[in-house]
Structures are given as C-alpha cells and as structure tokens.
C-alpha cells in the first residue's frame, strides 16, 4: 500500500488560506509540514543538499508555494534557489521559482505576454526619471506607474503628465515600471475581473467593482459573481501558461474599445474575493489539483529524477 503524500507548504506565516490549505490536503490524505523558505538550508553533506525540517533524509512529494516572506536581495536570491533546487531533485514545485520569478517583476510578466502574443497594455520598464519623462510625453494619455515589486494594488499612481512623476530617489528600487491605463468607468463604477487558472484550466472567476479605478480587494472593491466569458477564460488559460504557471489569478479588463487586456498575473494570488463570489472551496481546488498532479508522477519523494551528466 502506497504511503500518503507528503507535502510541503512553503507559507510566510499562517494565515487564514494556509490554514485552509492544510486542512484540504489533509481531507485528502496528505501529511502536511508548513514552514517558511528561511527555515530550509542548503547542506551539501546532507541527502539531496537540503536541510528540511520534519522530512529527515527524505523529500516532499510536492512543495505548494503560497506565500513568500520578504527579505534582503540575498535572502530572497537564497529562498528561490532552494525551489531550484527541490525542482532539480524531482520533486514537484508549485508555482515553481521560475513562475514565481517571472510574476514578481511585472516587467517580465509584460514581457513574456507580450512575447507570447497575449494582448496587455503596452509597458515600459527603465530606470531613470528623463526616460520616464520622455515616454510620458510621448504617450500623450494617461498612464499607471506601479512598483516593479508590488502587490494588493499599492502603491499604483495615475500619471497625467511628467510632473505627475515621483522623484527618481522615491521610486522603488530606483526602477521605473508604466504601463498604459486600459481602465473606464461605466456609470461611476470601474470593473476589471479576476480569472484563477489551475492545471491550464479555468476554475474561478469574478468581477471585481469599486469606486475609483483601484480596483484590488485589498482596497475596497466588491466582489462579485461573473457571467461566464470564453474570450477572457481563453486569454486568463493562455497568460498562466506565457509565464509557466500552474495556479494562477489572471488580472484582466475591457478597455473603453470592448478590447480584453490581460493586466497582470499573479503566482501567489489569494482567494478572499473568490470565494465570496464564487462559493467555491478554492483550498480543495489547489489541493486537488496538485495531488492529481503527485499520483500522475513516474516517482515518488527520494526518488529524484535523473541529472543530467556533466560535460
């Protein structure tokens, strides 16, 4: 009889989806250890190189990434590469680093749409103030500055003119992210929907209604149910899979031409708002999905697939 999954939630803290996530892999029979990435080392003397809490010699048989805890550009740098390296080893990393990487600097994520030929918002990454200026000028239409690292909508500006743009020295990171404003209001309500993608399908989805065109839940917008939209699924499925992610929220709106954008996407999205609107039990959702994943494996914890040898 084979033993249950062992799963590891890579959490920053646990919050009310880690808890939820920890009790639907356990109504599925998985065996669950959270912790923070801080909390795993690399060890070169140990098995496979990693220093896991609560697995001895052994390893995962899938990471569920759902939060990441900040820290220094070392620390951070540290963190991902230990994801590398369960992902080396054979174990299942979901969202991997390199998902992960690529939705955490937006400039990247507008650069792999992009590539991939997914309509969004033109967008402009650089790191001086007179660049910024000129691109401004230019466009000659409203734009949004946000932080290349961000989050929840936090810190978005919208910018009308150069004077609108902050000092060099009070912009994060000293970098520069624009992307053209696609947004509208219909009747004084802006509307932008959120898509969740699991296993390259759509699993989740709702309309997002606020005041002003900040329109995150985390500052106020309403949630609500979304009538069903192939063109915005199909474009959600097509952005999850441009920057390699197996469980995403996909950010998307009609801008004032009826034209869907893809805005942003999220590796690590939450699912208050989702819930709300939905019904839905979204925990169960990504612990399914993930296990389906686990049992659909030619191999099992401490059974690492092949390296490839060395030149």
């Not at 590469?81 to 937006?106: P, T, Y």
């Not at 004077?163 to 696609?182: C, K, N, S, T, W």
């Not at 219909?186 to 989805?205: F, K, M, Q």
């Amino acid at each position: 009889m084979m033993s249950p999954p062992h799963i590891l939630l890579v959490t920053a803290d646990l919050d009310r989806h880690a808890r939820e996530l920890i009790a639907a892999f356990g109504a599925r029979g998985a065996i669950v250890h959270a912790m923070g990435l801080a909390e795993i080392g690399f060890d070169t003397a140990a098995p496979g190189g990693l220093s896991i809490p609560h697995f001895g010699a052994g390893l995962p048989d899938a990471v569920c990434v759902r939060t990441m805890d900040g820290g220094s550009f070392e620390a951070v740098t540290r963190r991902l590469g230990i994801l590398h390296a369960f992902a080396r080893l054979g174990v299942l990393v979901s969202n991997d680093a390199r998902a992960i990487e690529n939705c955490v600097d937006k400039s990247m994520t507008s650069f792999l749409l992009a590539q991939a030929g997914v309509p969004s918002p033109r967008s402009w990454a650089i790191e001086s103030r007179s660049a910024a200026e000129a691109i401004v000028a230019s466009e000659n239409r409203p734009l949004v500055l946000k932080p290349l690292f961000g989050a929840q909508g936090k810190g978005l500006k919208l910018i009308g003119t150069a004077e609108d743009l902050p000092a060099h020295d009070q912009i994060a990171g000293g970098v520069y992210y624009l992307q053209r404003f696609a947004g509208f209001a219909a009747a004084g309500r802006w509307t932008d929907y959120r898509i969740l993608v699991s296993a390259g399908r759509v699993v989740a989805a709702m309309r997002r209604e606020a005041p002003n065109w900040i329109t995150n839940i985390k500052q106020g917008a309403t949630a609500l149910p979304m009538a069903s939209d192939a063109e915005l699924e199909d474009l959600a499925v097509a952005a999850a899979a441009a920057i390699g992610g197996d469980f995403c929220g996909v950010d998307l709106l009609r801008d004032p031409d009826g034209q869907a954008q893809v805005i942003e996407v999220n590796s690590m999205p939450a699912w208050t708002g989702l819930k709300k609107a939905t019904g839905l039990d979204i925990a169960d959702i990504r612990a399914r999905d993930l296990l389906a994943e686990v049992e659909a494996r030619p191999h099992r914890a401490g059974e690492p697939a092949a390296l490839p040898a060395l030149a």
